[in-house]
Nanobody, 114 residues
Framework: QVQLVESGGGLVQPGGSLRLSCAAS????????MAWYRQAPGKPREVIAH???????NYADSVQGRFTISRDNAKNTVSLQMNRLKPEDTAVYYC????????WGQGTQVTVSS
C-alpha cells in the first residue's frame, strides 16, 4: 500500500521561506515522476512542480524561480523548497505521482500572511 505523508507547512510572512517534505512508503520515489500540487480555498488542485525519473524538473509559471523540487533517494522523500513566498501561495500542499497516481495524503497547510 502506497502512503504519502507531507510535512513542513506553517504560517510564514510574505517573502519568507518554507521547506516541505513528502515521505513515501510502498514505493521508491526514484522509480516515478513525482510532483507537488496545491489546492487553495475554492480552487481546483493544481500541479506546481514535478521531478522526472531522469532528474529533470518542471515548474508552473506561478512558482518558477521561487520554488525548487528535489528528491532524496536514500531517504525516499521528495521535497519542495519555497522561497519568496506570496499570499497567493496560501494553500494545502500535496505530493503524488505526476497525474495523481495514488491516493492523496492529508497534505500540509501553508499560510502566507503578515
Amino acid at each position: 500500500q502506497v502512503q504519502l505523508v507531507e510535512s513542513g507547512g506553517g504560517l510564514v510572512q510574505p517573502g519568507g521561506s518554507l521547506r516541505l517534505s513528502c515521505a513515501a512508503s510502498g514505493i521508491f520515489v526514484r522509480g516515478y515522476h513525482m510532483a507537488w500540487y496545491r489546492q487553495a480555498p475554492g480552487k481546483p488542485r493544481e500541479v506546481i512542480a514535478h521531478f522526472t525519473i531522469s532528474g529533470r524538473t518542471n515548474y508552473a509559471d506561478s512558482v518558477q524561480g521561487r520554488f525548487t523540487i528535489s528528491r532524496d533517494n536514500a531517504k525516499n522523500t521528495v521535497s519542495l523548497q519555497m522561497n519568496r513566498l506570496k499570499p497567493e501561495d496560501t494553500a494545502v500542499y500535496y505530493c503524488n505521482g505526476l497525474g495523481g497516481t495514488w491516493a492523496w495524503g492529508q497534505g500540509t497547510q501553508v499560510t502566507v500572511s503578515s
